[in-house]
């Protein structure tokens, strides 16, 4: 487990908290996320349209379990999803012939090791293969904005609905 006092800044009451290593992906998430049915949601999700790609964070083993109920709350995988965390569902469309799937959305706030919290949402698409990767939204580029480079630990906290 990683050490309470390793972290950024003190958990919200009632917050989940996942962590993990900073990794790069296939580099094609600007093409889903700067459609404009996509931003109007991510806004309302966010509070601001979303940065045109995603943040992928690679879970450690101890996040594992917190971040398959996530998955679990996405509705991908088979479980107790009674002590829910808040979501938000982003709809999938149609256009031009292309089908562009849907979404969950996890608000949370994010930040490297000792750093700032910066605002933010987990998002797990419908049809994904990652299993134990976050892709993480912000208003902001948060390769710039934290800032951190592929092997970096990070930390989200997610706030549990009660």
Wanted: glycine share 12%.
């Amino acid at each position: 487990m990683i050490d309470e006092e390793h972290y950024g800044a003190p958990s919200l009451p009632g917050a989940v908290r996942i962590s993990g290593t900073v990794s790069s992906g296939l580099g094609r998430d600007h093409v889903f996320m700067s459609q404009k049915h996509y931003q109007s949601q991510f806004k309302q999700v966010l509070g601001v349209g979303a940065w045109p790609g995603t943040l992928n964070v690679d879970m450690y083993k101890e996040s594992e379990e917190s971040f398959r109920k996530l998955r679990v709350v996405a509705g991908l995988e088979d479980g107790d999803d009674s002590d829910s965390i808040d979501s938000d569902r982003i709809d999938g469309f149609e256009r031009d012939g292309s089908s562009f799937g849907g979404a969950t959305a996890f608000k949370a706030k994010i930040c490297r090791d000792e750093g700032d919290w910066e605002d933010c949402a987990v998002l797990i698409p419908d049809l994904t293969r990652h299993t134990s990767t976050a892709e993480v939204i912000s208003g902001s580029f948060l390769r710039e904005k934290l800032p951190c480079s592929d092997g970096d630990l990070v930390h989200i906290e997610l706030v549990e609905s009660g």
